[in-house]
């Protein structure tokens, strides 16, 4: 297992276009994270999975932004209606079901909306 | 509510210096407590976590951190900088919440290292 995945790892697009990204966590973790990076800023927690329930969404997460996870293994996130202020970097990470474990995070997705 | 500060968004040293790179954290409960490390356009990559137990915890490529609970600090540290540890560094505060752990991020140092 080369660790959490994500895909596409740029993206660019006009406001108002649609986005979905993709996130492959390591095989065994049944927790799942999305979190986005803005410039100069740390990871701002979007929402949480365990398995395929979202359990949390931050108030970040406005009505624009859809997270899944379908069958407890890979999640997409999309945004609707992009707007200038959703450039950022878009991290997910996964961890295991323990109560002090660390969370590893993929690459991340950096969007730039035009 | 858990919070983290870090002290310096940008520090600056000497290939060989010590690094030292300060965390304050804020927590109504003892805190799980982490390091992460973030090269230019990647994801963020562990250095050490401390949980409970020795309070100076030992991470990857050198780096070490102390846990003090009187100053609610956990400052991390490395005796020789190379030019390889430029990066972004993060402290981070792990949360428990709904019975799963929940990761509130300091916004974070840039370390540049000179010859």
Redesign the interface.
Known sequence: DTG?S?DP?HKITKRGQNVTFRCDPISEHN?L?W?RQTL??????LT?F?NEAQ??KSRLLSDRFSAERPKGSFSTLEIQRTEQGDSAMY?C?S?L?R??????????T?LTVV | AQSVTQLGSHVSVSEGALVLLRCNYSSSVPPYLFWYVQYPNQGLQLLLKYTTGATLVKGINGFEAEFKKSETSFHLTKPSAHMSDAAEYFCAVSVLSGGYNKLIFGAGTRLAVHP
């Open positions: 959490v994500q790892r927790r994270y979190y100069g800023q740390g990871p701002e927690f949480y365990q359990l949390e991290l990470a961890s079901s109560l002090n474990t660390e969370a590893f995070f993929g690459q991340g950096r």
